[in-house]
């Protein structure tokens, strides 16, 4: 791979990091990265060169879901809600010329 093509493989990687920044889970994150160093360790041990890869993604994939956060993410309904009503309101008015009130 040549430095040109790495460089931009990781400038894309952290844009898009940076782009997502609010809903990345920290906990998968290092999860995942102790995961995969731990299965690369161990994948080396045990078969070299290709049981370093087959041991880094698996270990990274298993890291990835014990520390991920058990609990889903919780949505602010208060601003569906408001959305909601503010589309129906622009409807209102766009097809009969005036508001409710």
């Known amino acids: 791979?040549?430095?040109?093509?790495?460089?931009?493989?990781?400038?894309?990687?952290f844009i898009s990091v940076g782009a997502n920044?609010?809903?990345?889970?920290g906990n998968a994150v290092l999860g995942s990265m102790l995961g995969a160093g731990v299965g690369s360790a161990?994948?080396?041990?045990?078969?070299g060169?290709?049981?370093a890869i087959i041991g880094g993604g698996v270990g990274g994939a298993l890291g990835a879901?014990?520390?991920s956060s058990k609990e889903p993410r919780r949505v602010d309904r208060g601003y569906y809600r408001d959305e909601h009503r503010r589309h129906h309101r622009e409807r209102y008015e766009h097809r009969y010329g005036h508001d409710r009130d």
């Open 49 to 51: 060169k290709d049981g």
């Open 65 to 67: 879901a014990l520390g």
């Open 21 to 25: 920044a609010g809903q990345i889970d």
């Open 42 to 47: 161990v994948g080396s041990s045990a078969g």
């Open 1 to 13: 791979m040549s430095n040109k093509t790495l460089v931009s493989f990781i400038a894309a990687l």
